[in-house]
Nanobody, 120 residues
Framework: VQLQACGGGLVQAGGSMRLSCASSGRTFGTYTMGWFRHASGKERVFVAAISGSGKWANYEDSVKGRFTISRNRATNTVDLQMNSLKPEDTAIYYC??????????????WGQGTQVTVSS
């Protein structure tokens, strides 16, 4: 599975941005897909995930109600719609295959990352 993320950039606080992750590979629909982010000086952390079927999604508490993850099985893409952005959302965002035990973790495939910068 190869993942290619795009859609980052610079936005003012309160604005919106949409990230997209395109995947190659016939088995894309079997993977739970997620977005993680890595802010400068901090560890990379989980943001959101969506099941292979697209029937359920899970969000990190700080983005609930502001971010929406979705997937299109026909085009093999996973999107992250980010609204009401805050400066603390500034980070490099990565799409990835993932799973959950007591925390969300990557299951082997990462996209290349896309920078999101939110100005105050």
């Amino acid at each position: 599975v190869q993942l290619q993320a795009c859609g980052g950039g610079l936005v003012q606080a309160g604005g919106s941005m949409r990230l997209s992750c395109a995947s190659s590979g016939r088995t894309f629909g079997t993977y739970t897909m997620g977005w993680f982010r890595h802010a400068s000086g901090k560890e990379r952390v989980f943001v959101a995930a969506i099941s292979g079927s697209g029937k359920w999604a899970n969000y990190e508490d700080s983005v609930k109600g502001r971010f929406t993850i979705s997937r299109n099985r026909a085009t093999n893409t996973v999107d992250l719609q980010m609204n009401s952005l805050k400066p603390e959302d500034t980070a490099i965002y990565y799409c990835a295959t993932c799973s959950y035990t007591d925390t969300w973790y990557n299951t082997g495939y990462w996209g290349q990352g896309t920078q999101v910068t939110v100005s105050s």
